[in-house]
């Protein structure tokens, strides 16, 4: 049995014992069988005791460093602002922590980015980002059937979300990467608008509030993505955050997957269902868990979802970034230069 953690259990949002984010992690361990929720940490002493109370967790600290030392988990989920998550990789690579499961988007600017990267090249410590649509049970059913070529070859990909590159675009460019599987990507052309999600907030979440980019790969396959108002509602109402959604396309068939439903044209019949999302989610983030705790005990089953891949698609959101101040297509893979982010927002204003 794994001993897992949590550091970042004092957002708000949930049921009680606040948590936020965190709630969806602990509540998944009902579903993980090789794996226990052991420890959680936070800063605020009374969010921290309310959400061990909850999930009737009593190793408690407010301190992970503490945390790491004394409790010496196998698994760590990461649930903090971007700014302080190589700081947390850091110390679970000195603490020689196996594993981290961190909360997107790994990183918001250029500069976060490049030290993610060259911590990566030489860590021990295995990474991968909570993007778990792409366990969910619809999505990895349509996933295998595009694998096992029911839709044929792979023609083009459309994908999107309600909200801006930083809070949904990295779930839309994994979906992409989750359906083209083993491609790289090798030029972006992208054009982005609007300064609100480019302002100071202490959750540092920076991006342009609307974007679109294509993405060409190196199998031939082209990519549409679009975020914030510009990405279409996939159903009437509803807050801004219910609306991602991806589209594949091939030569003799096609996939469609929402939050909320599905459909596809396979061997000329057409399909089409609703699920339940926090159904789904809940079991997606179980199964998301349990894969990583395969990549730890076999260094051979390597997480679909690892900070390698994360890193090439937010390297495809600052290409876009690059590409909408010079207004020409950027190629992959993007090398920032430095306040790149503070660039675009100067442009924008």
């Known amino acids: 049995m794994m001993k897992c953690a949590i550091i970042g259990v004092s957002g708000g949002g949930g049921r009680g014992g606040g948590g936020g984010r965190a709630r969806g992690r602990a509540e998944a361990y009902r579903h993980v ?16 005791d309310a959400f061990g109370s909850a999930f009737d967790v009593s190793a408690r600290y407010t301190d992970y460093r503490e945390m790491f030392k004394r409790e010496k988990p196998d698994l760590v989920h990461v649930n903090t602002p971007p700014s302080v998550r190589l700081e947390i990789f850091e110390a679970a690579e000195s603490a020689g922590i196996p594993a981290v499961l961190v909360e997107k988007p790994l990183a918001i600017q250029g500069e976060d980015f490049l030290a993610m990267q060259a911590f990566a090249r030489s860590a021990r410590v295995k990474i991968a980002v909570n ?43 994994q979906a992409v990467s989750a359906f083209n599987t083993g491609a790289t990507p090798v030029d972006v052309f992208g054009q982005v608008s609007g300064l609100e999600g480019l302002a100071e907030t202490p959750r540092r979440h920076y991006a342009p509030d609307h974007c679109t980019g294509v993405i060409n ?9 679009r975020c914030g108002a510009v990405a279409p509602r996939v159903i009437a109402g509803g807050s801004v955050n219910v609306h ?16 909320h439903g599905w459909e596809s044209r396979t061997d000329n019949k057409y399909e089409s269902g609703e699920h339940v999302y926090a159904e789904e989610d809940i079991r997606g983030q179980a199964a998301m868990t349990e894969a990583m705790i395969d990549w730890i005990e076999d260094d051979r089953a390597v997480h679909p979802l690892n900070i390698d891949s994360a890193l090439s698609d937010f390297s495809v959101i600052l290409g876009i970034y690059e590409s909408a101040l010079r207004r020409a297509v950027v190629t992959l893979p993007f090398a920032p230069a430095r306040d790149l982010v ?3 927002r100067g442009a924008l204003s």
């Open 244 to 259: 991602k959604r991806i589209a594949v396309y091939g030569d003799k068939g096609f996939v469609h997957w929402t939050m």
């Open 342 to 344: 503070g660039k675009l």
């Open 33 to 48: 069988s090789r794996g226990s929720l052991a420890a959680v940490s936070s800063r605020q002493r009374d969010k921290l």
């Open 131 to 173: 993007h778990q649509l792409h366990f969910h049970p619809r999505r990895s059913l349509l996933q295998r059937k595009v694998r096992d070529g029911a839709i044929g070859n792979l023609r083009f990909i459309e994908a999107s979300a309600g909200m801006n590159l930083a809070y949904q675009g990295t779930h839309a460019l």
């Open 217 to 225: 790969y190196d199998n031939g396959v082209s990519a549409l993505l």
